[in-house]
């Protein structure tokens, strides 16, 4: 009997001592300043690093999948309803497959085009939580800079307006963003920091990955926002990288749990060749 409660304090340890890495809802698209102003977006709620294991979008405590609640695009101020544009897709991670979406859109126009996201919460079982990503995402039409620092405000609850432009890094500039709660600056945020580290090809990651981390605090990081809530990142690889400001709704709840309202937005840095 005492062998057996050492074995089973021992699954207890390394079962709590587990790294748990992080959820993150993409808008993905491989070119942040593309060359075609048709865009094909993948919307996913996965691990980015590891390709690892993907959520169905909206899916609540009884296995129910709940439809989204908000996707637009914001191009010279302006506001367009895209919700009818979703289609439900099948997408698969290295380790399974879940529900997600994609929308297939036209850049109008030269400038900025911010593409925003609010799915329902999805039911994490692991937590007993809810958690709802409310996602941002800009691509940009011939270099000429237009609404990349404005906040979209409603109907994002919770968002990181950049301060610098998200989709004109180079590696090794610093990406700046200021944590905000209905357009209010979310003191000390606490930000995790995910890389793309596999292409996607189809509706599928690719197996082969970019790097390797060293240890498990190198696949989620964690950054923290100052009083302000602005926070800062030095950008060490090219490619797409994400950012996710946990609880930044505060103490809410969802079908009576909690609710983890968090503001993600994805950027793009650049090799200097």
């Not at 992080?22 to 919307?43: C, E, G, R, T, W």
């Not at 993907?54 to 191009?75: L, Q, R």
């Not at 505060?250 to 090799?271: C, F, R, T």
Request: net charge neutral.
């Amino acid at each position: 009997m005492k062998r057996l409660l050492y074995l089973l304090s021992l699954v207890m340890v390394f079962a709590l001592s587990a790294p748990t890495h992080a959820h993150f809802q993409m808008i993905y698209s491989p070119d942040s300043v593309p060359k075609s102003k048709k865009l094909n977006l993948k919307l996913v709620f996965t691990h980015p690093f590891e390709a690892g294991h993907t959520m169905d979008i909206g899916k609540d405590e009884s296995g129910k999948i709940h439809p989204p609640i908000a996707f637009g695009e914001i191009h010279k101020g302006k506001k367009k309803d895209l919700l009818d544009k979703l289609k439900p897709i099948t997408f698969t991670s290295l380790t399974n497959s879940g529900r997600a979406y994609e929308a297939n859109v036209r850049l109008k126009g030269m400038g900025d085009h911010i593409f925003y996201f609010i799915p329902a919460p999805y039911y994490e079982g692991s937590e007993d939580i809810y958690i709802q990503h409310c996602t941002k995402v800009i691509f940009n039409v011939a270099g000429a800079p237009t609404d990349w620092d404005k906040p979209v405000g409603d109907p994002l609850p919770v968002e990181i307006v950049p301060l610098d432009k998200p989709y004109a890094l180079w590696v090794g500039n610093a990406f700046r963003g200021i944590v905000t709660c209905k357009g209010k600056p979310v003191s000390f945020a606490e930000v995790e920091v995910e890389y793309l580290n596999h292409d996607v090809a189809g509706n599928a990651f690719v197996k082969e990955a970019k790097v390797e981390a060293p240890h498990d605090a190198m696949v989620t990081m964690t950054i923290k926002a100052d009083v302000n809530g602005v926070f800062v990142f030095g950008i060490p690889k090219a490619g797409w990288w994400g950012f996710a400001a946990l609880g930044a709704g505060g103490d809410i709840k969802h079908n009576g749990k909690e609710l983890s309202q968090d503001a993600v937005i994805w950027v793009q840095a650049l090799e200097m060749k």
